[in-house]
Each structure stands twice: as structure tokens, then as C-alpha cells.
């Protein structure tokens, strides 16, 4: 007989077209009618709470009484939790988010009990080729999801493995139609004959064994009270069927008895039998923007900067910063950081995500400043600290401020050697915006606040400081030119505002880089949908302003201009001109480093829209190369499935926009240009010869949802709600960097260059004043230090943080290159131990090695994580 496993669940969006607060009143009825039903009902077996813990520390801050009532609950078996915080998106979420992640649901899972062991994530838009070296990391063998695959990938079964290129390796039970087949199961025989008759064949054609699985659960339901008579209709219906209460825990053990199982290899990304939504990674660009910068400035700055302070002695904030990253993963669900939401739930993200940077910003400057006021000197001059973040001596360009009431001053080393710098701008500033017990006591004299640049080579993972000392006033240099000269580049901006680029290492030049593509988008916050046989508009006949400044150590470019654009769809149609985007790129080149970093603002004032940057690689190319969680993925340029997908009645048109995380390359053998990212992560390969690398720089839409779109026919993704906060009218900022190379994509490492980028240097300029007052701390602290040093070694660094459990320091990096290769580190003074962790930090194996040296391989595509005792 056929064993169909009838697995009770809810499926918990916090969000969706519906607040955070609407749900949570749900969510208090419907635990509280579960946990009666677990607790009376000796028959009724499991309920599966959908997988994140976050669903209780909704539940408990309504109901905090109601622990010990889960705890029993969970321990016996019944109520089933965990192990994720909140059920991540996989295309635009980061490596160490997903991470945190599970780290955090599994934490806060055995406050209770044991967590459902399995990667549970069954409607998020594609599957990252990464999960199964993710999922292992934390001892997880299973997982399930819904969208993505197709026989294409290698199988037409619902249960096969899936592997990553370092061997790591899941066992798969795909819900080929979905979580919710089974909500609502109506008693009337003829309706649920009805309903049965058209799961069930799916259901047989793909399962390997006589076990599926009937998933009795949906968006925000409550639980079935009547499912017992439910399941008597269906063993009259199906005699040659058996049907019972089950979990997932017992499909798989099912599973595992198959020893003819298909495996299959790398991202999930069909459309065919459910969407995926294969372009909305740029829907609400300033939510997809600041969530980005976020990630970055935790992952980059605050965990290693943190852990600086406690190889130091000062507190390693835990709390503070397990806070700061629930924040942003209440925004990591698919629907959230999709922005497929309504208004009102955008502010909801938006308003987390302000909260996170701001704690984020104000840990960050408390570290820096826990540390230089704690320098042991005799030296009273104020100071100026470079950190540097990196595990390996960097020469930068520094660009800072420095405030003080000198008319003229000096930065000078500890060993009295004076550093070089120019300044950029100054101005006064009143000292009540530096403390207001100054002007308290009647002390108006302004400060100084001095914007200057000046370039340093910074030790690896610690800090270098200056003293600044009153000296003869120095004049602001005439630093005006006609072009951009370095040791790299020659950069020139033509008269539309896109640069003209000639490359001193490939002698070759790239020219109308930066050129924007317009086009209508009568597509909603799901999916992008072009105006059949419209017209393109592109910035190639603007006139730019233009100003460039370099001095002995970088350039600054300014280009301003308005790209007049229709005023909305209608308007598009009619081929009215009517509104504009205005733009303005400030362009920063350093005089010694191959990175041409640009800032984008733009002033939005027209509807329903698509804005991309076009980057010309002089490149014809089949496939590009990109990011995802601690590895990179090749994809092609053209989906095959484009020729068939109408034909084979695919849910949406499978055009080659894909997700990035901080990079995407194109390259031969000899030369390649990349994207690095701090805020778009959406890019697609155009051109007649699929040469140009085209970064989607936001979306203008105004509904939630619509119907019969061009690329995606039939039936609205969720539902029809206008959303007008999603025209992304007004301001946005985005960051990215260009950077041409030498070799293919990974020859270059690319995502070690992204890594730099993405980490800037901090700086903390200390002075006798500060509106917060601290008293001193009884640790004291070198003018000068490092942690830790990155031996001749092409790994990428993850982040380095304080072990949860343990008196020591997580240090975990990756391989993005094409080969295995080997980590190496020197710790500086030594370590007393050092393990191998997986992912939830657990000790794997000890280094038998040197104490001041750890070297270990690193497989392709792979992390490693070590805890470093000191």
C-alpha cells in the first residue's frame, strides 16, 4: 500500500501583504489552540511549527508564561521546532547571515529541546548551490523544499541528493506542489476526491518510494480540528492507501533505504513548474541596498573590530550583536527581503533594517573608542587610529576627519616620524555639536573639522596610530584636472557622462562605461515585465557636468545630469517625454590600487521603470561568473530554456537575470572585468555579443501583484494591491566598484578584491571632549597592534568573531578560487589551542601543529572554520 504522511504544520510569513502585529494576534490563538490539541489528544502526534524559533519569541512576548507549556512539548516530541531563526532567503541573503541563521534558531531551539534537524525551507524564490556545505556545517543530512528544479537538473524524482563541489551532500525531499496540498481538508467526499485526484499523480509519478507526503498546513492556518475524520473519508476513498499522521523525520527515514537515488549538483533555478521570480532582486532597491550595506558592515567591521577589543581584555558584547543580526533577519524571509510586500510592511523592514545599521554604527565607534582611550602613553596629543580589518598588511588611501581647534597641525608617529597628508576641505563647527558642557560654561570658541587624505600601509587584523601635534597652517592644494591619471588608469569623462577607461596593465580601453538603459516596467514587486516592442532610452545624448580633482594620492570625478524619462506607463506609450532620473556619480580612483569605486545617486521622479548601468567588457561571452555564499557559481549567458519555455508551459519566461552577492565577472584567459557590490545585487549579460555586464540600479513598480505579464503569464503572484511606496520615487544611493583584471575571473580572485572593498579602513580621532563620558578603563592598550596575519595565502576571509561558547575567537574563511589551496596563519604571540569547528562552532579536530602558525586546507567552493585559543 501506498503510505501517505500526513504532516500537520503552519506555514508562519511574519509578513507579507499583512504586518508583523496582525499576524502575531493569529499567532497567539493559533499556538494556544495547537498546544491544547498536543496536550489532550494522546492520537494526535506531532505538529511542526514551521521551522524558525522566531514564530516563539513572537508568541513569548505576548505569552512568556507559556514556556514551560512549549518546553514539555518540544522534549516530548510532539511540538516540533527549529532549526532556523526565520526561514532565509537564499539569493540575495549572505554567507554569514545564513549562518547566524541557523546558529541562532538551533541556540534558541534547545533552550526547549531538540530542533528538527533539517534544512526546511519550503517557499524560497531558488535554492542556492551553497546550501548542502551550509546545512553540513551544522550536521544537517536533509533537507525540503518546493521551488526551483526541473528534470533539466537531472532527475524528474522528488527525493535525490544534492551535492557541493567540496563533497558535501543532502538528502532532498522535494513538495513538488508545494506546502500547502493539503490545507483545509474538506469532509465532502466528492471536493476532496476532487482535490486528491489531482495531487496524487504527481505525487506517485515522483517519489522513489511508497511514501509521500501530504503537507496539512498553509499560510497562517490554524490547526485542522477535523483532520481524523478527514483522513476516514480518505481511506474510503483510497483503500489501497494508508493514511496517518506523520513528520518529515519519517519520510526521510524512508528515503534513506533507497539506494538508487540521483545526484544533483548546484542551484535550483527554474520556473517551469513554480515560480521563482528570477527578478526581484531588485524590487524596493533601497531596502535590497541598505540590507547589503548592512551585512557588510557587520561581517566586515563589527565582528573582527569586536574581537580586537576582546584579544584586548574589554567585554566581547554578545548580546548586542545577536540582537543586531535578528534584526535583519526578521527581514531574511523570502517574502521580506523580496520585497513582495505590502506598503506598510516595507516601512516595518526598512525601519529594522535603520535600526540594525544604527546599533551597528554606535557598537562600532564605542569598540574604537573603548581602545584609544585606553592606549598606554605619555604622550597627551589627541590621536588619530587607522584599523585595518583584513588579515594581511594593506597600503590604502585614507580619507578621514580631524577635529581640533589648531589653525595648522601634524600627524606624527609614535617613533616621531612625520606622515604626509593633504587636505580635502574645512570648516568650523560649533563646539556644542562635540560636547554641550563646553558652551555650558561659556566657551564659544569653534572647532576646526578638517577632511584630510593621506596614504599609510596598516598592519594586518589591528591598528596604527598617530599623534596630532599643532603646527604651521597648511594650504588646501589646487587639485582640478582635465582626466584621470594613476599607475593603473587613464580615465576621461565624455560629454554624455560615461567614462572613457584605457587600462595601462591590459592595454585596452573600455569606453561609454556607465551608460544607462531605460525601459517601462509593467511588471509588480515580484517580477519584471517590459513593454512589448518598446523602445529603449539611454543616457548616450545627456550633457554631464563635470569635475575632476587628484592629488598626489587619488582622483575624485563628479558627473551630474537629468535622463528624461516618461512620467508612467501611459505616458511610455505614447511616447511622451515628460519626467526625469537625476543623476550623480561621485567616482573615487586611487592612485596606486586597480579599483574604480563609484557612488550613484539618484533622484527618481517617474513611474513603473527599470534603470540599469551598462559595464562593457570588450568581451564576448558565454557564461559569467558570480558570487554566492562562500563560493561562486557559473552561469550561462542565454537559458536553454528560453526556446522551449512557452512550448513546455513554464510557470515564467527564464531570462538570465540572476542574483550576486558582492561580485559578478566576465573573463577569457587573458583579461576579465568584474562588478563589486555594496548595494545592488541584481545583474543580467547583455549586447549583440553578451559583452556588457548590465547592474540593475532599482525598479519602479505599483503593485504587489498583477496578472498575465509578457514573461509571466496567467494568475497574479500573491496578491493585487497597489504599492505605490514601490515606484522608488525620490532619493536612492547605491555603491559598486569596477574592477578590470588581468586572467579569468577566479586567476584574479575577485571575490578577494570584493572583500577589500568591502572592508574599508576605520578610523577614531580622539580628542578631550565627547558628550558620552566614559570612565577610564583599567585595560590598557598598545599605540600600535595586530591579531593576527594571512601568510601567502589566496583565501577569502568570512569574518572573525568571538566563539559563542568559548573563551576564544571563530576565524572562518573560504576558497573562491578554481583549485584547493591552503590557508595560512600566524597568530600573533601564539595560541594555547586550536580546533577545526563546523559551522555551529562545534570542535571537530585539534591542530597538532605550531602555536603561532595554523595551516590547513581549503577545497573549492568550501569553508573552514577554526577556533583560535589564546
Known amino acids: ?45 506531532y505538529y511542526v511549527l514551521d521551522g524558525q524559533t522566531s514564530i516563539l519569541e513572537d ?45 541562532y534558531g538551533i541556540k534558541d531551539s534547545k533552550e526547549f529541546g531538540q530542533p528538527m534537524m533539517i534544512g526546511y525551507l519550503p517557499d524560497s524564490f531558488g535554492q542556492s548551490a551553497q546550501m548542502p556545505h551550509i546545512l553540513n556545517g551544522f550536521d544537517i543530512k536533509y533537507t525540503i523544499f518546493w521551488r526551483g528544479t526541473s528534470e533539466r537538473h537531472g532527475t524528474d524524482k522528488t527525493e535525490f541528493y544534492w551535492e557541493t563541489d567540496d563533497g558535501s551532500r543532502v538528502l532532498v525531499q522535494l513538495l513538488p506542489l508545494g506546502y500547502a496540498i493539503g490545507k483545509y481538508l474538506p469532509q465532502e467526499e466528492d471536493t476532496l476526491k476532487q482535490r486528491m485526484e489531482k495531487y496524487f499523480p504527481v505525487l506517485d509519478r515522483g517519489t522513489t518510494t511508497d511514501h509521500l507526503v501530504l503537507p496539512n498546513g498553509h499560510d497562517q492556518m490554524p490547526i485542522q480540528k477535523d483532520i481524523f475524520e478527514v483522513m476516514g473519508k480518505l481511506r474510503q476513498l483510497y483503500p489501497d492507501r494508508e493514511f496517518f499522521l506523520s513528520k518529515y523525520e519519517n519520510i526521510f527515514a524512508e528515503i534513506e533505504k533507497q539506494n538508487d537515488l540521483a545526484t544533483l549538483e548546484g542551484e535550483f533555478l527554474d520556473g517551469k513548474y513554480m515560480r521563482v521570480h528570477r527578478s526581484i532582486y531588485s524590487t524596493r532597491m533601497d531596502i535590497k541596498a ?196 594613476t599607475d593603473y588608469y587613464q580615465v576621461a569623462v565624455n560629454e ?30 515580484y517580477d ?43 505616458d511610455r506609450k505614447a511616447d511622451n517625454i515628460n519626467s526625469e532620473v537625476n543623476v550623480h556619480f561621485t567616482i573615487h580612483i586611487s592612485n596606486h590600487k586597480p579599483l574604480i569605486e563609484v557612488t550613484c545617486e539618484l533622484d527618481n521622479k517617474a513611474k513603473d521603470h527599470r534603470l540599469r548601468a551598462y559595464i562593457p567588457t570588450g568581451l564576448s561571452s558565454s557564461f559569467s561568473l558570480a558570487d554566492n555564499q562562500f563560493g ?15 512550448e513546455e508551459k513554464w510557470s515564467e519566461r527564464p531570462d538570465a537575470i540572476y542574483p550576486l552577492l558582492s561580485y559578478v565577472g566576465v573573463s577569457n584567459d587573458d583579461y576579465g572585468v568584474s562588478v563589486l557590490s555594496n548595494s545592488t545585487r541584481e545583474y543580467e549579460i547583455v549586447g549583440d555579443s553578451y559583452d556588457t555586464i548590465a547592474l540593475t540600479l532599482f525598479r519602479s513598480v505599483g503593485h504587489l501583484g498583477k496578472a498575465d505579464m509578457l514573461r509571466r503569464p496567467g494568475r497574479p503572484s500573491g496578491i493585487k494591491l497597489p504599492t505605490p511606496d514601490s515606484q522608488m520615487l525620490g532619493k536612492l544611493n547605491l555603491e559598486f566598484a569596477l574592477y578590470p583584471h588581468k586572467g579569468s575571473t577566479l586567476e584574479a580572485n575577485a571575490a578577494k578584491a570584493a572583500k577589500e572593498y568591502l572592508t574599508p579602513v576605520e578610523t577614531y580621532n580622539k580628542i578631550p571632549y565627547n558628550a558620552m563620558k566614559l570612565n577610564p578603563s583599567s585595560v590598557k592598550t598598545p599605540v600600535c597592534y595586530q591579531l593576527l596575519e594571512e601568510v601567502d595565502s589566496e583565501v577569502v576571509l568570512s569574518t572573525l568573531k568571538k566563539a559563542e561558547e568559548d573563551d576564544a575567537l571563530i576565524l572562518r574563511v573560504f576558497n573562491a578560487k578554481e583549485e584547493e589551496i591552503d590557508a595560512c596563519y600566524r597568530i600573533e604571540n601564539g595560541a594555547s589551542e586550536v580546533w577545526q569547528t563546523n559551522l555551529n562552532e562545534e570542535k571537530q579536530e585539534q591542530w597538532k601543529g605550531e602555536a603561532d602558525f595554523v595551516k590547513f586546507p581549503v577545497k573549492v567552493n568550501q569553508s573552514q572554520s577554526f577556533l583560535i585559543k589564546k
Open 59 to 103: 508568541y513569548f512576548a505576548v505569552k512568556p508564561e507559556a514556556k514551560e507549556r512549549v518546553k514539555k512539548l518540544v522534549q516530548d516530541g510532539k511540538l516540533i521546532i527549529g532549526p532556523w531563526y526565520t526561514q532565509t532567503d537564499e539569493m540575495v541573503v549572505g554567507s554569514e547571515s545564513i549562518v547566524r541563521n541557523l546558529l
Open 290 to 485: 541598505a540590507n547589503t550595506r548592512v551585512e557588510n558592515k557587520i561581517t566586515n567591521v563589527l565582528e573582527p573590530l569586536a574581537s580586537m577589543a576582546y584579544d584586548l581584555g574589554f567585554e566581547y558584547h554578545h548580546g548586542l550583536i545577536e540582537l543586531i543580526w535578528k534584526e535583519i533577519m526578521k527581514n531574511h524571509a523570502h517574502d521580506s527581503i523580496g520585497c513582495c510586500c505590502s506598503d506598510k510592511v516595507h516601512r516595518e523592514i526598512a525601519g529594522r533594517l535603520f535600526l540594525a545599521e544604527e546599533k551597528t554604527d554606535q557598537l562600532i565607534e564605542f569598540y574604537k573608542r573603548q581602545i584609544v582611550d585606553a592606549m598606554e602613553t605619555d604622550e597627551t596629543a589627541d590621536r588619530l587610529t587607522l584599523f585595518n580589518f583584513l588579515p594581511y598588511e594593506r597600503e590604502e588611501i585614507v580619507t578621514t576627519e580631524i577635529i581640533t581647534k589648531y589653525k595648522g597641525f601634524s600627524l606624527v608617529h609614535e617613533n616621531g616620524e612625520a606622515v604626509d597628508y593633504e587636505i580635502l576641505h574645512r570648516e568650523e563647527i560649533d563646539p556644542g555639536l562635540i560636547d554641550r558642557q563646553i558652551v555650558h560654561y561659556g566657551n564659544y570658541e569653534p572647532f576646526i573639522k578638517y577632511k584630510i587624505q593621506l596614504k599609510q600601509t596598516l598592519p594586518p587584523m589591528g591598528y596604527t596610530t598617530f599623534f596630532v601635534k599643532e603646527d604651521e597652517e597648511k594650504r588646501m592644494e589646487d587639485t582640478r584636472s582635465d582626466q584621470v591619471d
Open 632 to 646: 561562486h557559481i557559473q552561469r550561462d549567458v542565454i537559458d536553454s530554456a528560453m526556446d522551449v519555455w512557452q
Open 528 to 570: 519584471f515585465s517590459p513593454l512589448e516592442g518598446e523602445e529603449l532610452i539611454f543616457s548616450d545624448n545627456v550633457e554631464a557636468e563635470v569635475s575632476i580633482q587628484q592629488n598626489q594620492y587619488a582622483a575624485t570625478v563628479e558627473i551630474s545630469y537629468s535622463l528624461h524619462v516618461p512620467a508612467s506607463l501611459e
Open 496 to 525: 554624455n557622462g560615461t567614462l572613457h577607461i584605457y587600462d595601462k596593465q591590459l592595454e585596452k580601453s573600455f569606453d561609454q562605461v556607465l551608460l544607462l538603459e531605460n525601459g517601462g516596467d509593467d511588471g509588480d514587486e
Open 1 to 45: 500500500m501506498k503510505q501517505v504522511h500526513v504532516v500537520p504544520h503552519m506555514h508562519w510569513d511574519r509578513e507579507w501583504y499583512f504586518s508583523t502585529e496582525e499576524s502575531r494576534i493569529l499567532l497567539v490563538n493559533n499556538m494556544e489552540e495547537i498546544m491544547d490539541r498536543l496536550e489532550t489528544d494522546p492520537d494526535y502526534p
